[in-house]
């Protein structure tokens, strides 16, 4: 009997620790959704042999922080909804609705939506040349 109660107490005490060790490692790792990325457009440019332009709206979920990045070519951000905030080695700046972020060639940068609760929605306009990478990760 005295048996039966000290097992029966070990293997409470294990699931009662188990489980609130499962929801601590719960509580740690929160998910946050991926970039929903939409292609508008994507075409060479009459007039300019080898350059082709590509347009995309991006619907940034809260609490997203991209990777760092570069453009090789122009890339103009225009903010829907929600603020960019845009983090280089020069600084960090915020952008909202209305607003037009013109991103410095071959500058590496992190885009994120630091908002909580808020979506943040972007149409970006690149050009680069056709065939090449128009985004370099960068470490």
């Known amino acids: 009997m005295y048996t039966k109660r000290v097992v029966s107490a070990a293997l409470t005490a294990g699931l009662f620790l188990g489980a609130s060790g499962l929801q601590g490692v719960q509580a740690q790792v929160e998910y946050v959704p991926k970039v929903i990325a939409t292609t508008l457009h994507e075409g060479e440019l009459p007039g300019m042999d080898g350059k082709e332009m590509i347009v995309k709206h991006f619907a940034i979920p809260p609490g997203f922080i991209g990777g760092k990045h570069l453009h090789p070519g122009p890339v103009f951000v225009y903010v829907l909804e929600g ?50 990478p128009m985004m370099v990760k960068v470490d």
């Open 83 to 132: 603020v960019l905030t845009v983090e280089t080695e020069a600084g960090t700046e915020s952008y909202g609705p209305g607003e037009l972020y013109p991103e410095a060639l071959n500058t590496a940068m992190v885009g994120r939506n630091l908002s909580a609760s808020e979506d943040l929605e972007i149409l970006v306009f690149q050009v680069g040349d056709v065939g090449k």
